[in-house]
């Protein structure tokens, strides 16, 4: 079936540690790929998305993604959690061929300890 | 600055009422979405709209109605036939010319009495 998959439902690290969430869809070879964020209470914010090209990509925040085709993944990273970074973090998808769609997953919520 | 708004952050309602959720955007965006979303649960699609005086039901349409007469308006009235309406409503916004990233208005959360 297709899916987006965060086998991750709460994280916790302390400040300072390095991070990294997961995600898995199964909607074709080379979906649309997208993380946002979102605060308690607030809607949620672009942190970086994926299209084509170099499989490595940049967001805000000083996150990262890679996408890997062979794994059906694109895990988001950061070397470095700052207090803020404490939030519901969701990655979603725009199936290829369905661009009037994007299919999130179930969100995991980052706790950070001082 | 454009964005997305919608209003009120906090609705109360009781049993049995109809309510109208308002959504406004000014980044000329030719489609708009509504969420719902409930914890554990991730975002659901309940409507979407690609342009003007046309939309589509999402995966959970059935409660709610939507209509879009003006490219900046995209209103959800949750009816009293949706058995569970408390939740936390996004609306969004996209544009191809955006790569199809949506962008997302701050949330009305409603709550039923």
């Known amino acids: 079936a297709q899916s987006v998959t965060q086998p991750d439902i709460h994280i916790t690290v302390s400040e300072g540690a390095s991070l990294e969430l997961r995600c898995n869809y199964s909607?074709?070879?080379?979906?649309?790929l997208f993380w946002y964020v979102q605060s308690p209470g607030q809607g949620l914010q672009l942190l970086l998305k994926?299209?084509?090209?170099?499989?490595l990509v940049q967001g805000i925040k000083g996150f990262e993604a890679e996408f890997k085709r062979s794994q059906s993944s694109f895990n988001l990273r950061k070397p470095s959690v700052h207090w803020s970074d404490a939030a519901e973090y969701f990655c979603?998808?725009?199936?290829?061929?369905?661009?009037?769609?994007?299919?999130f997953g179930t969100g995991t919520l980052l706790a950070v300890q001082p | 600055d454009g964005g997305i708004t919608q209003s009120p952050k906090y609705l109360f309602r009781k049993e049995g009422q109809n309510v109208t959720l308002s959504c406004e955007q000014n980044?000329?965006?030719?489609?708009m979405y509504w969420y719902r979303q409930d914890p554990g649960q991730g975002l659901r699609l309940i409507y979407y709209?690609?342009?003007?005086?046309?939309?589509q039901k999402g995966d959970i349409a059935e409660g709610y109605s939507v209509s879009r007469e003006k490219k900046e308006s995209f209103p959800l009235t949750v009816t009293s036939a949706q058995k569970n309406p408390t939740a936390f409503y996004l609306c969004?916004?996209?544009?191809?010319?955006?790569?199809?990233?949506?962008?997302f208005g701050p949330g009305t959360r409603l709550t039923v009495l």
């Open positions: 979603a998808v725009v199936p290829e061929g369905a661009t009037n769609k994007l299919i």
């Open positions: 994926y299209f084509s090209g170099d499989t």
């Open positions: 909607y074709g070879a080379t979906p649309y």
């Open positions: 980044l000329n965006h030719d489609a």
């Open positions: 969004a916004s996209s544009t191809p010319q955006r790569d199809y990233e949506q962008f």
């Open positions: 709209s690609q342009i003007v005086n046309d939309f």
